[in-house]
């Protein structure tokens, strides 16, 4: 069963920072992988989906990058923003159905950006 | 979130009662899910559908049914609702391998 994890679980640093967060999955025979956003009280947002053939995606100051050999992905945030703060998920999808073949998600890392 | 809507946004209800959350699609999407989100536990899958009447179960399935009459609804109903069933439920959508999937904006449920 994959299994994903994320850490730090907790991550509070000041404006202007560059940042990194990981994310780990233990079956490396993976299809893609989705970084999300989730704002308090909100749904999710997509950032980034790396596929198993792609190294790296990036939209604008974020940059995901995939190992998928080593089963690892990392979400790099460029020049931290309070506006950044939210908690963020990472999911892997098995296959290129649906279902069973879906995602699953890592219980994500809540980061804090200080004014 | 666009092309996807959940109703009610909020509803609190009692033990014992049944309770039916609705998501609706413009996409035109195959596969639709309902997801459960707990302090601790993460996303964790309920059902899913491929398609008109077609569904099958996740992982924490026991205490919920879904149905799927039209390709734009996936309904999530909780027979006899109980006080571990209040959390937050999450209907999402695929796009397929390359799309990946989209949220809804969730519904806030409340046994007491």
């Known amino acids: 069963k994959q299994e994903v994890t994320q850490i730090p679980a907790a991550l509070s640093v000041p404006e202007g920072e560059n940042l990194v967060l990981n994310c780990s999955f233990t079956?490396?025979?993976?299809?893609?992988l989705q970084w999300f956003r989730q704002d308090p009280g909100k749904g999710l947002t997509s950032l980034l989906l790396?596929?198993?053939?792609?190294r790296e995606q990036t939209s604008g100051r974020l940059n995901a990058s995939l190992d998928k050999s080593s089963g690892r992905s990392t979400l790099y945030i460029a020049a931290s923003q309070p506006g950044d703060s939210a908690t963020y998920l990472c999911?892997?999808?098995?296959?290129?159905?649906?279902?069973?073949?879906?995602?699953?998600f890592g219980k994500g890392t809540h980061l804090i950006i200080q004014p | 979130d666009a092309g996807i809507t959940q109703s009610p946004r909020h509803k609190v209800t009692e033990t014992g009662t049944p309770v039916t959350l609705r998501c609706h699609q413009t996409e035109n999407h195959r596969y639709m899910y309902w997801y459960r989100q707990d302090p601790g536990h993460g996303l964790r899958l309920i059902h899913y559908s491929y398609g008109v009447k077609d569904t099958d179960k996740g992982e924490v399935s026991d205490g919920y049914s879904v149905s799927r009459s039209k390709t734009e609804d996936f309904l999530l109903t909780l027979e006899s609702a109980t006080s571990s069933q209040t959390s937050v439920y999450f209907c999402?959508?695929?796009?397929?391998?390359?799309?990946?999937?989209?949220f809804g904006s969730g519904t806030r449920l409340t046994v007491v």
């Open positions: 999402a959508i695929d796009s397929g391998g390359f799309g990946g999937y989209t």
């Open positions: 999911a892997v999808r098995r296959g290129s159905g649906g279902g069973a073949d879906g995602l699953t």
């Open positions: 790396i596929q198993s053939s792609q």
């Open positions: 079956d490396s025979a993976i299809y893609n």
